[in-house]
């Protein structure tokens, strides 16, 4: 199933199954839990990010050839680090360079994103996907000043400002993707191809992310996890790094799930 989530004209968030001849019925009920798709039509007014995290977990340095472009050892555990969930963005609003925490160095990352869609803890790989309720497509945004030099040796403060986890624009369950390590990955910056690459090269695949994240910690319904980026990203460009602008369009595109552009802006 396809699904997403929007608000009607009367601003009431709902849920919705995307239909193969591009309309959408409402679903009713928890997509977490018992739900149905039923007859009506949604009444869609704005398209939202497919989910609305209850946290979001990322995994840094987990393409191998991205790994090489920003000269890094190859890691022997996933790197985890957080965006808090007021990084959340929605399809077709725009990133925000932060202006009062000032950055010129604000840089893309397309990446799969993986939502949990029942509560785990200690999970083997072999049953990690049973968890899964299905992925989107998102953008690991990223401020590098803040991230490799004024963030005081952790990466958090780079990854954590308002706007600078975009997700959407829907969520693909895990029975149209069995295998979430053989998708093509692309980032499209005003209209070119700058990252163009496939899942299958992740460091730490989907399910040995899951049983990692999970040890001795509960994953609950909700939970977003941003798996990696894959190697041409802005900071590495050359012959200098191609940061975003104001004005810029920036697309994520993942195949068997779609395309979620944002506009870039500067932060008011």
């Not at 946290?55 to 190859?74: D, M, P, T, W």
């Not at 994103?113 to 999970?123: L, T």
């Not at 401020?143 to 780079?158: E, F, S, V």
């Not at 998708?183 to 460091?203: C, F, H, P, Y």
């Amino acid at each position: 199933m396809k699904i997403i989530r929007y608000l009607d004209r009367l601003g009431v968030i709902h849920y919705g199954s995307e239909q193969s001849d591009g309309s959408v019925l409402r679903i009713e009920g928890d997509v977490f839990g018992a739900h149905q798709v039923t007859a009506d039509r949604a009444d869609l007014a704005k398209l939202l990010a497919p989910v609305a995290p209850t946290q979001i977990l990322c995994v840094g340095l987990n393409f191998r050839r991205h790994a090489e472009e920003s000269k890094a050892k190859v890691p022997e555990r996933p790197i985890l680090f957080v965006k808090g969930i007021n990084a959340l963005q929605h399809p077709g609003d725009p990133i925000l360079i932060p202006q009062h925490l000032r950055s010129d160095e604000v840089d893309y990352e397309c990446e799969l994103a993986v939502v949990i869609g029942k509560a785990c803890k200690n999970v083997s790989r072999k049953k990690a996907l049973d968890y899964v309720l299905g992925y989107t497509c998102s953008n690991d945004v990223s401020a590098r000043d803040h991230q490799i030099k004024l963030g005081g040796g952790q990466w958090c403060r780079g990854k954590f400002f308002d706007t600078f986890a975009p997700l959407g624009p829907r969520l693909v369950t895990t029975d149209e993707i069995p295998n979430p390590n053989a998708l093509k990955i692309a980032t499209i910056l005003n209209g070119e191809r700058v990252q163009d690459w496939t899942t299958s090269d992740m460091i730490f695949d989907v399910p040995a992310l899951i049983e990692y994240l999970s040890g001795s910690t509960t994953l609950v319904p909700g939970t977003v996890i941003l798996t990696g980026t894959p190697h041409g990203v802005g900071m590495a460009a050359k012959p200098e790094p191609r940061w975003l602008r104001a004005g810029d369009i920036v697309s994520i595109e993942i195949e068997k799930i779609g395309t979620l552009t944002n506009p870039v802006a500067l932060e008011v």
